[in-house]
Structure formats: structure tokens, C-alpha cells
């Protein structure tokens, strides 16, 4: 059987697909170690790891100080 051009230019296309499709399973990362970097740096350029401001440290310092201050002022 001799192959037509209509024949050629399908195989020729389905070989193109066929490295196309293989093309799309290709990894950027070669571990886990770099995938897993670039995506925590990516969410940080995100701003979400952002730390949530909590006041209470500084409230809980205030109420220590005040409570020691207090006991030093009680018994001198």
C-alpha cells in the first residue's frame, strides 16, 4: 500500500499532538523541596501568611505590670 499525502499529513499531525501531549506532563520542579518553596513564596507575595495583630501580649504585659507594681506598693 503506497500512503497518500491525506495520510502523511495525518500522521505528521498526530505525532505533533502526541509531543504536545507529552510536553504537558513535564514537572518545573525537579522535588518536592523546590515545588513546595515556590509555593510558599508565591502565597507570601500573596500576604498570606501575614501575622494576625493581636493585642493581647501587650495587654497581658499592662496587667502583670500593674499587678507586680501593685504588690510592691502593698507590702512597702
Known amino acids: 500500500m503506497v500512503p ?16 504536545s501531549a507529552r510536553g504537558g506532563f513535564a514537572c ?3 522535588t518536592s523541596d523546590e515545588y513546595e518553596t515556590a509555593l510558599i513564596s508565591e502565597r507570601r507575595a500573596q500576604g498570606r501568611y501575614a501575622a ?3 493585642r493581647w501580649p501587650l495587654a ?12 510592691v506598693l502593698l507590702f512597702s
Open 60 to 71: 497581658m504585659f499592662a496587667g502583670c505590670a500593674l499587678t507586680v507594681a501593685g504588690t
Open 4 to 19: 497518500s499525502h491525506r495520510t502523511n499529513a495525518a500522521l505528521m499531525s498526530l505525532e505533533a499532538a502526541a509531543a
Open 28 to 30: 518545573l520542579f525537579s
Open 52 to 54: 494576625p495583630r493581636s
